[in-house]
């Protein structure tokens, strides 16, 4: 079983620059894309982030140049976010998918003050 886990949201200020974290448990193949995504309260979740195990990254017109998405190994990705704004505001999930199979995380909350 695959559990993700994110950390480091939180109330954060307008242009502020807080990094989530996401760790990966379980059998976890080298071989997968790990995602950030944010859903805001009546939207869709969206896609803000991706990278692969090759490091190939995609990001969200919204958050270029604003955001980095990293990953330390198989397991581990990061996201540091750059003067953030409060349209960036919502719960950011972290995605693992590979061979087909898509796991979640519980989200990590990020309410961005003006």
């Known amino acids: 079983q695959v559990q993700l886990v994110e950390s480091g949201g939180g109330l954060v200020q307008a242009g502020g620059s807080p990094r989530l974290s996401c760790a990966a448990s379980g059998i976890i193949s080298a071989m997968n894309v790990m995602s950030w995504y944010r859903q805001a309260p009546g939207n869709e979740r969206e896609l803000v982030a991706s990278i692969t195990n090759g490091g190939a990254t995609n990001y969200a017109d919204s958050v270029k140049g604003r955001f980095t998405i990293s990953r330390d190994n198989a397991r581990k990705v990061s996201l540091e976010m750059n003067n953030l704004k409060p349209e960036d505001s919502g719960v950011y999930h972290c995605?693992?998918?590979?061979?087909?199979?898509?796991?979640w995380g519980q989200g990590t909350q990020v309410t961005v003050s003006s």
């Open positions: 995605k693992l998918m590979r061979f087909g199979l898509i796991y």
